[in-house]
């Protein structure tokens, strides 16, 4: 399990901004102890703390944006109890800053100096791809520990569960209570007593004096606990958080058999509380927003619509579609991922005059048909570990023209008989629409269907039938033999990408 703070302090000075970088770069303690063990640099050069600072500064005097807060500083540790090593920490790190902040540059540092292994990120607050301004902000702060989540998920450590409404007990609560010493763990034992002997509010209220617990405030909304000689103080919805549903206001006066309704409220809505809050933009979707806004799509639908027609006629649909690619990409002077020797072709498909590698047609489909081709308008590795869920739709080949003219990031692998196009989850909406799709419901069949993590909901789901729990592991393949003394704890199964995933029980 990994939770994910920032330091409160904001770094409002370039003082501040050298010292918490040597900070977190630095080898070793003042005592001498092992700390900062691995690091990495994302949009920048480690050449020194001074020119760290100064390569940080350059962007925001570039985007004219050198004032108040300078950089950003975030923690992610790691629980004492997780099984997990310091490279491999690291490299959850390396993945995470990828994700939250394409663009920016970033700062990543291990250390061991603590009982816990920890991840330090530090982010200049200007963007050097968009010139944006970084947002400190809980919104911010909320989806950075979605996605530490995820990342744990899918190296196989634990996560906190948000569907069951716990948050979790704090790293000090944790260790006082393997201690026996904590207070939160006391107050939830007098609860599971009070919820078995008492019957009234009086007698709840004296239960728990007697039990070493004042209740500052009783009212209906909240009940406020405070453990006698402690300063802190904690409402049952809060201990519930951390705890579990059974220690909210609501479920124990159900259980002592005095839950009343609460009254409802005749209280008029401002305009204020009405409007919702706004949705949280990652930092990717702002540079897709970006980056279409003064880089128009490469092709206009009246375009791509007569080049679908063109490819569905044609004899040879995948070389077709290879050539239009090509002609768009030259059209708008950018780079294609296709090679050259592709394009050596001729648009008729008399087979005499097609010549390509000395194969037949016939040869080169075949072997296409196993081995596709990457296209698109950003590289897949990049699509796919940026941040927000993937959405894998399988594409005839004459849909392929279209997407070039949708203001959106995707990539194609390109069979000879069908393409795989992989975007983000949020732009399927766009997508439908662009594309002018009738059966809509047809995108999240074909999302589920090509999910490279199919196999495993259905490998949970014959687990949890079997009552047997099922964990998502994903390893390199020379780390294999490693488990070969417990094989007994793992199943592995090969998916249609031929890559080998193990599931743990």
Known sequence: M????????????????????????????????????????????????DS???????????????????????VQSFSPNEKITPELAHKIGEELAECVAPGFEIIVATHVDRDHIH???????????????????QTTLKNFRSESDRLCRQYG???????????????????????????????????????????????????????????LRYSDRHIVFQKNGEKKKIRADTLAK??????????????????????????????????????????????????????????????????????????????????????????QHRKSLLDKSYFKLSMHTNQKKFRMKKLSISEQLKKYKSNPIYEGNIPYSRLIRSQGENCVIRFDLSAIPKLYACPLFFSAKIYSDYAMVTIKERDKKLLIDRLK???KT???????????????????????????????????????DKLTEEKDRYIGFQPKDGKIKLGKH
């Open 2 to 49: 990994a939770t994910v703070k920032s330091v409160k302090s904001a770094i409002k000075s370039p003082e501040y901004v050298i010292k918490s970088i040597k900070y977190i770069l630095s080898p070793e303690t003042k005592s001498g102890d092992e700390k900062c063990i691995q690091s990495s640099f994302f949009n920048c050069i480690n050449d020194s703390p």
């Open 52 to 74: 760290l600072v100064m390569q940080f500064e350059a962007t925001r005097i570039a985007f004219n944006k050198n004032d108040q807060i300078l950089a950003h500083h975030y």
């Open 119 to 137: 991840n330090h990120f530090l982010i200049n607050s200007v963007s050097l791809e968009t010139g944006s301004k970084w947002l400190g902000n």
């Open 157 to 215: 450590l634990s996560v906190i569960d948000e569907t069951t409404g716990l948050r979790g007990i704090d790293q000090a609560t944790q260790k006082l209570a393997e201690q026996g010493k904590s207070w939160k763990v006391e107050l939830c034992h007098a609860l599971d007593e009070a919820v078995k002997l008492c019957n009234t509010k009086n007698e709840f209220i004296e239960f728990m004096q007697i039990k070493g617990f004042h209740i």
């Open 242 to 331: 951390q705890f579990g549903d059974v220690y909210t206001k609501e479920y124990l006066e159900k259980k002592m058999g005095f839950y009343r309704l609460p009254k409802l409220e005749n209280v008029q809505t401002t305009a204020k509380q009405q409007k919702s809050p706004p949705s949280f933009r990652s930092e990717f979707q702002k540079f897709e927003e970006h980056y279409f806004k003064y880089h128009p799509p490469i092709a206009k639908t009246d375009e791509v619509i007569a080049l679908q027609q063109k490819i569905k006629k044609s004899k040879n649909p995948f070389f077709f579609l290879l050539k239009v690619i090509f002609m768009l990409m030259h059209k």
């Open 437 to 439: 799709l009738k059966d």
């Open 442 to 480: 047809i995108i999240d069949r074909h999302t589920r269907m090509h999910s490279p993590y199919a196999e495993y909901d259905e490998m949970k789901k014959r687990a949890e039938f079997l009552g047997v729990k099922v964990e998502f592991l994903m390893i390199d393949e020379k780390d294999i």
